[in-house]
């Protein structure tokens, strides 16, 4: 599939399942503070150091690379 906007990826089934997998490998603990995360919706992957736009969202090697992902808490996402 192929997607046309950042927010159409991030609604998208095959980022819930990336998401999951993410937080099922690394445990749901910020990954810049190191505090566990206990509320699952305030749960943020950061896509870092390369961030996902628009423009980059097809490319896997970004969007769903897990060497390109952080776990992080609200407070540490939105400082990012």
């Not at 990826?9 to 603990?29: A, C, G, T, Y």
């Not at 990954?31 to 961030?51: A, F, L």
Request: a positive charge; proline letters at 4%; one cysteine or more.
């Amino acid at each position: 599939m192929k997607f046309i906007s950042k927010k159409q990826f991030l609604n998208s089934d095959v980022w819930q399942v990336f998401r999951q997998q993410i937080i099922s490998e690394r445990e749901p603990k910020c990954e810049y503070c190191r505090k566990t995360i206990v509320i699952s919706k305030h749960i943020q992957i950061h896509h870092t150091p390369i961030e996902l736009t628009d423009s980059n969202v097809n490319d896997v090697a970004i969007s769903l690379n897990p060497e390109n992902v952080k776990i992080a808490c609200l407070r540490c996402h939105n400082k990012q």
